[in-house]
């Protein structure tokens, strides 16, 4: 089969490579975008300290985020109406809140209560005590606000990708007997994984670009950095340039983890679905094999 000649396709190509060529010569060969600028403070240490936090904040509230949200995927599952309404209760109002205001009152908690501690409700029993404004200090402040904001979004993704499980396969570990643990372990999360992946690397993403909302907190991490170091300067675009350019490298790097995470799965469930087919073949005895009866001609 000869492919027809498209005229459309060429003058496609033709202003993809002029609009690409337009960008270059208007960005790289723009003397105002401070390039010398963006050289100068791309790896300098107070740029990396901030890219450090940025990170560090990135992973451990993603990984907070991930207990949180699979206990609350969990109990949106639960039978009990009272376990699925708290579930549901937490979600909702933590993906209607802005993370900006979350980080504020989180910020501000001290004010509103001075100690934390651990007793009954309406009576003065309590098993000691902690002054809040030695429990929640920046980094902690910034750990807990992004990982409640992040939870109830992770939360969702794990139990859509439970539910995704073929009901099938929960109904028939049930019948064999395997209990709820050994179920969910072994049959369901295996499964539930390879449709929950994508989703929640694309959440590690969006969580790292979040962490430039602590800035509010006057946390150094990369973009509270870098508006100290262009507020001294008035270097904004070079400096900005430099944030841009280290986050695109972060969400790349989780990017490239997704594809490779994925590749290795989809080949994990190549291999389990061979290992099966070859497990479950029948093979027929030879002497009841039917014999092809020889016709002479």
């Not at 010398?36 to 904040?57: C, E, H, M, S």
């Not at 402040?141 to 929960?170: C, F, K, N, P, W």
């Not at 962490?211 to 070079?238: D, G, K």
């Amino acid at each position: 089969m000869i492919a027809t000649k498209n005229p459309l396709r060429y003058i496609g190509i033709v202003v993809c490579i002029f609009v690409i060529v337009l960008l270059i010569e208007s960005v790289f060969f723009n003397a105002k975008w401070g390039w010398p600028v963006f050289r100068q403070w791309f790896f300098d240490p107070a740029i990396l300290n901030g890219l450090y936090l940025t990170l560090k904040l990135t992973v451990f509230a993603m990984l907070l985020s991930f207990v949180i949200g699979g206990i609350l995927a969990v109990m949106r599952l639960s039978s009990s109406w009272l376990i699925r309404s708290v579930a549901w209760s937490y979600i909702w109002l933590f993906r209607s809140l802005p993370l900006i205001v979350v980080l504020i009152i989180l910020y501000n908690f001290s004010y509103l209560y001075e100690y934390i501690a651990l007793g009954i409700p309406f009576t003065d029993i309590h098993a000691g005590q902690l002054k809040t404004i030695n429990a929640l200090d920046q980094f902690t402040t910034a750990l807990v606000g992004l990982a409640m904001i992040q939870s109830a979004y992770t939360a969702e993704v794990i139990r859509g990708g439970i539910l995704a499980v073929d009901h099938g396969q929960v109904e028939a570990s049930s019948a064999l007997g395997l209990s709820w643990w050994r179920r969910t372990t072994r049959i369901i999360l295996p499964q539930a994984i390879r449709g929950i992946l994508p989703a929640i690397v694309n959440e590690c993403i969006s969580l790292s670009k979040g962490t430039a909302i602590v800035y509010v907190l006057a946390m150094p991490e990369l973009f509270y950095t870098v508006q100290m170091i262009y507020n001294r300067n008035q270097e904004v675009i070079p400096l900005l340039m430099v944030a841009a350019v280290w986050y695109i490298i972060i969400t790349s790097i989780f990017a490239v983890m997704q594809y490779y995470l994925e590749a290795i799965l989809a080949r994990g469930e190549r291999k389990s679905t061979s290992h099966w087919a070859h497990s479950w073949k029948v093979r027929i005895p030879a002497a009841l094999r039917p014999v092809r009866e020889n016709h002479e001609s």
